[in-house]
């Protein structure tokens, strides 16, 4: 082959080359690109979804995606002593109901405070209402979101002090929810709904929140009946010694009998604080019954030996013990704690009581 030819032939060849890498890139190179794209997508995605957060309890801010815009909310929990007027009292008792079932937890919240606003200042304007208003509170009080319920727990407690008796009629589906949420392991709706119970027992008179109170004694909840227990416990006192009397100290030791073997301490705390104040009232009334009968018998002696002759003197003395008899027999409550535990309870529940109230006596004494 001539030298020519040798190199025609070596410039076709690299020209085969050159085409076969060019071809070779443009396979690759798409790929490439396409691999890129696929990454900015993913990075697209991720920042679009990273935009929507979910809803944070409490008075964190929640952030919602709407379109272009990120709006931020923030669910402000305000207390009694903070709270303002409202600005146009018509137009909220206009928007209440409706503002309460929204299905906007962040307008049921600011409904819910208006609801607070209007029992502190214009509680006169909602009672028409009241009723309802309390029911949709009670709805709140079941609202998953933590926000929501505990708005409405704090709007219970302005309730309770706002209207007091006013409210009993309507007051056992918020009782039932406030017991639970007073229960449960949250410790921010917890706290917040002990708080509601103990504005209810300083707010509510005794001698109609007790019977509310007594079923859930009973209760299968073992937490609610605990916390039922103290409820009962801190509103009989309130009573006062004559409205103790009144109610029946016999039922209310029967109460607390059987609150000694429950199966929480705080039930049997309570019923031990109830005891107390139950064996301080008897015996204050015990002490004075014994302190009349003596006087009346010193006064009836007095009288007796002043207008009675000489040879009468043993039957004064006869007539003298009928009237102690007959004085005692009046009042058959006077008798020991002891004997009137035993009166009232079973040998075991009585024995229970003897033991916590003589250990706590002797621990006074000491």
Same mark, same amino acid.
């Given at each position: 082959?001539?030298?020519?030819?040798?190199?025609?032939?070596?410039?076709?060849?690299?020209?085969?080359?050159?085409?076969?890498?060019?071809?070779?890139?443009?396979?690759?190179?798409?790929?490439?690109?396409?691999?890129?794209?696929?990454?900015?997508?993913?990075?697209?995605?991720?920042?679009?979804?990273?935009?929507?957060?979910?809803?944070?309890?409490?008075?964190?801010?929640?952030?919602?995606?709407?379109?272009?815009?990120?709006?931020?909310?923030?669910?402000?929990?305000?207390?009694?002593?903070?709270?303002?007027?409202?600005?146009?009292?018509?137009?909220?008792?206009?928007?209440?109901?409706?503002?309460?079932?929204?299905?906007?937890?962040?307008?049921?919240?600011?409904?819910?405070?208006?609801?607070?606003?209007?029992?502190?200042?214009?509680?006169?304007?909602?009672?028409?209402?009241?009723?309802?208003?309390?029911?949709?509170?009670?709805?709140?009080?079941?609202?998953?979101?933590?926000?929501?319920?505990?708005?409405?727990?704090?709007?219970?407690?302005?309730?309770?002090?706002?209207?007091?008796?006013?409210?009993?009629?309507?007051?056992?589906?918020?009782?039932?929810?406030?017991?639970?949420?007073?229960?449960?392991?949250?410790?921010?709706?917890?706290?917040?709904?002990?708080?509601?119970?103990?504005?209810?027992?300083?707010?509510?008179?005794?001698?109609?929140?007790?019977?509310?109170?007594?079923?859930?004694?009973?209760?299968?909840?073992?937490?609610?009946?605990?916390?039922?227990?103290?409820?009962?416990?801190?509103?009989?006192p309130l009573l006062g010694a004559e409205g103790i009397k009144t109610y029946g100290i016999d039922k209310l030791i029967q109460v607390a009998a059987s609150q000694l073997?429950?199966?929480?301490?705080?039930?049997?705390?309570?019923?031990?604080?109830?005891?107390?104040?139950?064996?301080?009232?008897?015996?204050?009334?015990?002490?004075?019954?014994?302190?009349? !009968? #003596? =006087? /009346?018998?010193?006064?009836? +002696? *007095?009288? @007796?030996?002043?207008?009675? $002759?000489? %040879?009468? !003197? #043993? =039957? /004064?003395?006869?007539?003298? +013990? *009928?009237? @102690?008899?007959?004085?005692? $027999?009046? %009042?058959?409550?006077?008798?020991?704690?002891?004997?009137?535990?035993?009166?009232?309870?079973?040998?075991?529940?009585?024995?229970?009581?003897?033991?916590?109230?003589?250990?706590?006596?002797?621990?006074?004494?000491?």
């Amino acid at each position: 082959m001539s030298e020519k030819a040798l190199r025609d032939l070596n410039t076709i060849l690299g020209t085969e080359r050159k085409n076969e890498d060019s071809g070779k890139t443009c396979l690759t190179k798409p790929s490439v690109d396409s691999a890129d794209e696929n990454i900015e997508e993913r990075q697209k995605k991720k920042t679009s979804s990273s935009l929507v957060s979910p809803a944070v309890n409490g008075n964190q801010t929640v952030t919602v995606n709407s379109g272009a815009e990120v709006v931020n909310t923030e669910v402000e929990y305000i207390e009694s002593e903070n709270l303002n007027d409202v600005e146009d009292i018509d137009t909220c008792l206009k928007t209440l109901l409706a503002g309460l079932d929204s299905k906007d937890w962040v307008l049921v919240c600011d409904t819910l405070n208006n609801v607070r606003r209007l029992s502190l200042f214009h509680k006169e304007a909602m009672l028409d209402m009241l009723g309802d208003v309390i029911s949709s509170i009670a709805k709140s009080l079941k609202n998953p979101r933590s926000a929501v319920c505990k708005t409405a727990i704090m709007t219970s407690a302005d309730v309770f002090s706002a209207y007091n008796d006013l409210i009993i009629d309507s007051l056992d589906p918020l009782l039932v929810q406030l017991l639970l949420k007073a229960s449960q392991d949250k410790r921010f709706v917890c706290e917040a709904a002990e708080k509601a119970l103990i504005s209810m027992t300083t707010w509510i008179s005794p001698i109609s929140l007790l019977p509310k109170l007594q079923p859930y004694l009973k209760n299968k909840n073992p937490r609610i009946r605990a916390k039922a227990s103290i409820c009962f416990s801190r509103s009989v006192p309130l009573l006062g010694a004559e409205g103790i009397k009144t109610y029946g100290i016999d039922k209310l030791i029967q109460v607390a009998a059987s609150q000694l073997s429950d199966q929480l301490p705080e039930s049997r705390e309570a019923a031990r604080a109830l005891l107390l104040e139950l064996q301080n009232v008897y015996e204050k009334f015990n002490d004075l019954m014994v302190s009349s !009968v #003596n =006087e /009346h018998t010193v006064t009836e +002696h *007095t009288i @007796n030996e002043q207008t009675i $002759n000489d %040879h009468t !003197v #043993n =039957e /004064h003395a006869m007539n003298d +013990h *009928t009237a @102690n008899d007959h004085s005692v $027999n009046e %009042h058959p409550e006077m008798s020991s704690w002891e004997s009137f535990c035993q009166s009232k309870l079973s040998p075991l529940s009585a024995q229970a009581v003897l033991r916590v109230t003589s250990i706590a006596r002797e621990g006074l004494v000491s």
